[in-house]
Nanobody, 124 residues
Framework: QVQLVESGGGSVQAGGSLSLSCAAS????????MGWFRQAPGKGREGVAL???????RYQDSVKGRFTISQDNAKNTLFLQMNSLKPEDTSTYYC??????????????????WGQGTQVTVSS
Protein backbone atom coordinates (compact mmCIF):
# COMPACT_ATOMS: atom_id res chain seq x y z
CA GLN A 1 0.00 0.00 0.00
CA VAL A 2 1.16 3.49 -0.83
CA GLN A 3 0.29 6.55 1.25
CA LEU A 4 -0.10 9.88 -0.51
CA VAL A 5 -0.27 13.40 0.94
CA GLU A 6 -0.92 16.45 -1.24
CA SER A 7 0.12 20.01 -0.50
CA GLY A 8 0.43 23.35 -2.26
CA GLY A 9 -3.15 24.29 -3.02
CA GLY A 10 -4.45 27.79 -2.55
CA SER A 11 -6.16 30.75 -4.17
CA VAL A 12 -4.90 32.63 -7.20
CA GLN A 13 -6.23 35.02 -9.79
CA ALA A 14 -6.85 33.91 -13.35
CA GLY A 15 -3.60 33.78 -15.29
CA GLY A 16 -1.59 32.94 -12.21
CA SER A 17 0.36 29.83 -11.26
CA LEU A 18 0.33 27.24 -8.50
CA SER A 19 2.45 24.20 -7.83
CA LEU A 20 1.09 21.09 -6.14
CA SER A 21 3.14 18.36 -4.48
CA CYS A 22 2.26 14.83 -3.47
CA ALA A 23 4.53 13.01 -1.03
CA ALA A 24 4.47 9.23 -1.40
CA SER A 25 5.47 6.69 1.23
CA UNK A 26 5.09 2.97 1.71
CA UNK A 27 5.60 0.36 -1.01
CA UNK A 28 6.49 2.90 -3.72
CA UNK A 29 8.32 0.28 -5.81
CA UNK A 30 4.95 -1.25 -6.69
CA UNK A 31 3.76 1.98 -8.31
CA UNK A 32 3.94 2.27 -12.09
CA UNK A 33 1.40 5.04 -12.73
CA MET A 34 0.94 8.23 -10.75
CA GLY A 35 -1.64 10.80 -11.64
CA TRP A 36 -3.45 13.94 -10.67
CA PHE A 37 -7.24 14.10 -10.63
CA ARG A 38 -9.61 16.91 -9.77
CA GLN A 39 -13.19 17.23 -8.68
CA ALA A 40 -15.27 20.39 -8.74
CA PRO A 41 -18.43 20.74 -6.61
CA GLY A 42 -21.30 18.80 -8.14
CA LYS A 43 -19.10 17.18 -10.76
CA GLY A 44 -17.34 13.86 -11.17
CA ARG A 45 -13.65 13.28 -10.56
CA GLU A 46 -11.61 13.68 -13.75
CA GLY A 47 -8.08 12.75 -14.70
CA VAL A 48 -5.80 15.74 -15.22
CA ALA A 49 -2.33 14.31 -15.83
CA LEU A 50 -0.35 11.09 -15.55
CA UNK A 51 3.28 10.07 -15.40
CA UNK A 52 4.33 6.45 -15.80
CA UNK A 53 7.41 4.57 -14.64
CA UNK A 54 9.28 5.46 -17.85
CA UNK A 55 8.62 9.15 -17.32
CA UNK A 56 6.07 9.39 -20.12
CA UNK A 57 3.29 11.87 -19.48
CA ARG A 58 -0.32 12.29 -20.54
CA TYR A 59 -2.70 15.18 -20.07
CA GLN A 60 -6.35 16.02 -20.26
CA ASP A 61 -6.88 18.18 -23.35
CA SER A 62 -8.05 21.18 -21.34
CA VAL A 63 -4.74 21.46 -19.46
CA LYS A 64 -2.26 20.66 -22.24
CA GLY A 65 0.35 23.37 -22.57
CA ARG A 66 -0.57 24.84 -19.16
CA PHE A 67 0.06 22.03 -16.65
CA THR A 68 3.21 19.94 -16.23
CA ILE A 69 3.42 16.71 -14.22
CA SER A 70 6.78 15.52 -12.93
CA GLN A 71 8.46 13.38 -10.26
CA ASP A 72 11.66 13.63 -8.28
CA ASN A 73 14.37 11.07 -9.10
CA ALA A 74 13.53 8.87 -6.13
CA LYS A 75 9.85 8.94 -7.16
CA ASN A 76 8.96 9.93 -3.63
CA THR A 77 7.29 13.15 -4.68
CA LEU A 78 4.88 13.93 -7.51
CA PHE A 79 4.46 17.48 -8.74
CA LEU A 80 1.91 19.38 -10.79
CA GLN A 81 2.95 22.80 -12.05
CA MET A 82 -0.12 24.75 -13.10
CA ASN A 83 0.30 27.90 -15.20
CA SER A 84 -2.17 30.22 -16.91
CA LEU A 85 -4.84 29.10 -14.48
CA LYS A 86 -8.48 29.64 -15.37
CA PRO A 87 -11.56 29.85 -13.12
CA GLU A 88 -12.69 26.50 -14.54
CA ASP A 89 -9.58 24.92 -13.00
CA THR A 90 -11.11 25.51 -9.57
CA SER A 91 -11.39 22.07 -7.94
CA THR A 92 -10.10 19.82 -5.24
CA TYR A 93 -6.99 18.15 -6.64
CA TYR A 94 -6.03 14.60 -5.72
CA CYS A 95 -2.97 12.51 -6.45
CA UNK A 96 -3.38 8.81 -7.09
CA UNK A 97 -1.16 5.80 -7.65
CA UNK A 98 -1.55 2.38 -9.16
CA UNK A 99 0.49 -0.63 -10.22
CA UNK A 100 0.37 -2.27 -13.61
CA UNK A 101 -0.73 -0.84 -16.94
CA UNK A 102 -1.43 2.86 -17.34
CA UNK A 103 -3.65 2.57 -20.41
CA UNK A 104 -6.91 3.57 -18.71
CA UNK A 105 -5.31 6.30 -16.63
CA UNK A 106 -8.39 8.51 -16.46
CA UNK A 107 -10.50 5.78 -14.86
CA UNK A 108 -10.41 6.60 -11.16
CA UNK A 109 -11.59 3.12 -10.23
CA UNK A 110 -8.28 1.52 -11.22
CA UNK A 111 -6.23 3.49 -8.70
CA UNK A 112 -5.49 1.79 -5.39
CA UNK A 113 -4.08 4.75 -3.48
CA TRP A 114 -5.41 8.30 -3.11
CA GLY A 115 -4.39 11.40 -1.24
CA GLN A 116 -6.78 13.47 0.83
CA GLY A 117 -7.00 16.31 -1.69
CA THR A 118 -5.95 19.94 -1.80
CA GLN A 119 -8.15 22.86 -2.84
CA VAL A 120 -7.29 25.10 -5.77
CA THR A 121 -9.41 28.20 -6.28
CA VAL A 122 -8.96 30.48 -9.30
CA SER A 123 -10.81 33.79 -9.29
CA SER A 124 -11.62 35.82 -12.36
Amino acid sequence: QVQLVESGGGSVQAGGSLSLSCAASGYIASTSCMGWFRQAPGKGREGVALIDSDGSTRYQDSVKGRFTISQDNAKNTLFLQMNSLKPEDTSTYYCAAKAGDCSYWTAQGVYASWGQGTQVTVSS
